[in-house]
Structure formats: structure tokens, C-alpha cells
């Protein structure tokens, strides 16, 4: 089956600086690669999203790019601010909404 | 619109019981998937329906089932409950297409096993 890798684990950084977290996947037959934010308590939310016939993407402050022949995308988060704490999850869909997620990386703006 | 809505919230059962969540999507949407979040395995996939049909499969046991019914509202059962049930039950809901589409969550059911 998929197998997703994220990392890190944890992650914190400055206040205005750039967050970088990366995903790699094991499925080539993957074609559809979200990236989620989760806050304490609350629902995991989409918050950028990229297909197999996109190299990159970008929404304002984030950004997601993908690299099918390695299989690994990553997110981009730059000016980070306080409100961008929380933790994210990549994921790799294949099928019929078939999903498998990496495990997390909780990241921690400080200001 | 209104969002997904999952009931209840939070249920405490003890073990060898078993349970009924329920998921609303949002409206138009036909695909519901339901997925296990815990602190050590994060979210996993256990199941996907489309028009009242399961289209896809997680990697769980039989004991965790699901149903899709005509208005695309769908329930997940988990029977004979183990302690290592206890998990946050998410649903998410998507529109049709040939393409996979944006999920959005629910809230989740918070499941504790006693």
C-alpha cells in the first residue's frame, strides 16, 4: 500500500520567517496531493492542494511544490505569523478518495 | 451552505459494546469518507461511499463497517469495542468527478472506550 513520510515532526521558527515541510510518497499511481491544517480542538481544514500535472502552486503566503519523478512535495509557508501554529498534514490520494496521510508535523510560530 | 455535520460529539462506551456515528454532508455532496485519528497513528482511511455503494477500503478490521443511505447521510458502526478504539472519528464529505476533489471535515465524534 502508500506509504507517506513527513518530516519534521516538529517545527518552529521566527515570526516572519519561511517554514518548509516536506512529503514523500511511494504509490506512483498517486495523482492528487493536499495539504491540511488542523488547530487544537478543531477539524483539519484544506488549505492548498496540487494535482500530478502541476509542478507548483501558490496561494498568496503558501505554497506547495511537487516533484513526481522523486515523489515528494513539499509546503511552503512564507512570513509566518502566530496564527500559522498549528499542526499539518500532507496526504496522497490515489482511487476513489483512497488516502494516505503523513503523520503530522506541529509547527509553532513564535513571536 | 452548512458544513459537514458528525453526531454526537462525544460518546463514552466501555468495552464489547458497540457504536453508531453519524455523518450529514454537505448538501450536493455524494462522496463521505470516514477516517480514525489517534495520537500515535494519525489519520488513517478506513472507508469511502458513493451513491449507497463502498468504493473503497482501509486497512481495518471487520468490526468497523459503514453505510451510505439515499440522501447521502452516513453512519459508521464499530462493534465488540477494544480500548484501542478510542480515537477522534472525522468524516469528510467532497463533490463528484472523475478527479479526486477537495474534502471538507467535520467536527468529529470523540469516541472514549472505558
Known amino acids: 500500500g502508500e506509504n507517506v513520510e513527513q518530516h519534521p515532526s516538529t517545527l518552529s521558527v521566527q515570526e516572519g520567517d519561511s517554514a518548509v515541510i516536506k512529503c514523500t510518497y511511494s504509490?506512483?499511481?498517486?495523482?492528487?496531493f493536499p495539504w491540511y491544517k488542523q488547530e487544537l480542538g478543531k477539524r483539519p481544514q484544506l488549505i492548498i492542494d496540487i494535482r500530478s500535472n502541476v509542478g507548483e502552486k501558490k496561494d498568496q503566503r503558501i505554497a506547495v511544490t511537487l516533484n513526481k519523478t522523486a515523489k515528494h512535495f513539499s509546503l511552503h509557508i512564507t512570513e509566518t505569523q502566530p496564527e500559522d501554529s498549528a499542526v499539518y498534514f500532507c496526504a496522497a490520494y490515489r482511487g476513489y478518495q483512497k488516502v494516505t496521510f503523513g503523520i503530522g508535523t506541529k509547527l509553532q510560530v513564535i513571536p | 451552505k452548512a458544513g459537514v455535520t458528525q453526531t454526537p460529539r462525544y460518546l463514552i462506551k466501555t468495552r464489547g459494546q458497540q457504536v453508531t456515528l453519524s455523518c450529514s454532508p454537505i448538501?450536493?455532496?455524494?462522496?463521505v469518507s470516514w477516517y480514525q485519528q489517534t495520537p500515535g497513528q494519525g489519520l488513517q482511511f478506513l472507508f469511502e461511499y458513493f451513491s449507497e455503494t463502498q468504493r473503497n477500503k482501509g486497512n481495518f478490521p471487520g468490526r468497523f463497517s459503514g453505510r451510505q443511505f439515499s440522501n447521502s447521510r452516513s453512519e459508521m458502526n464499530v462493534s465488540t469495542l477494544e480500548l484501542g478504539d478510542s480515537a477522534l472519528y472525522l468524516c469528510?464529505?467532497?463533490?463528484?468527478?472523475?478527479?479526486?476533489?477537495?474534502?471538507?471535515f467535520g467536527d468529529g465524534t470523540r469516541l472514549s472506550i472505558l
Open positions: 504509490d506512483s499511481a498517486s495523482n492528487y
Open positions: 469528510a464529505s467532497s463533490s463528484e468527478g472523475n478527479l479526486n476533489q477537495p474534502q471538507h
Open positions: 448538501s450536493g455532496h455524494r462522496s
